[in-house]
Nanobody
């Protein structure tokens, strides 16, 4: 089994910064892509940023230039540095990790989600 633990959410004023972390642990052979999503009530979960195992990144247009995704492969951890926060960034943020585990049939990729962390930006 694989566990994901998120941290770093909270309340911040517009223009402020927060850093989210998501650490994976358990029966991990390797980790492929890691990503952050967010969701507000009544809307679909949307991709915020993603990073491949090789370090390539992509971002939603709404956060480009303000958010930075990074990863520490030694710690199986993905980060999201959020600067110049806006009230419209308010949401529950979820990490998603694509974990490769070994089975008797060979390696197998599974997708895991964090428990979510609330980010609230006040105007």
């Amino acid at each position: 089994q694989v566990q994901l633990v998120e941290s770093g959410g909270g309340l911040v004023q517009a223009g402020g910064s927060l850093r989210l972390s998501c650490a994976a642990s358990g029966s991990i052979f390797s980790i492929n892509a890691m990503a952050w999503y967010r969701q507000v009530p009544g809307k679909q979960r949307e991709l915020v940023a993603a990073i491949t195992s090789g370090g390539s990144t992509n971002y939603a247009d709404s956060v480009k230039g303000r958010f930075t995704i990074s990863r520490d492969n030694d710690k199986n951890t993905v980060y999201l540095q959020m600067n110049s926060l806006k009230p419209e960034d308010t949401a529950v943020y979820y990490c998603q990790v694509r974990v490769v585990v070994t089975t008797i049939r060979g390696p197998y990729e599974s997708i895991y989600w964090g428990q979510g962390t609330q980010v609230t930006v006040s105007s």
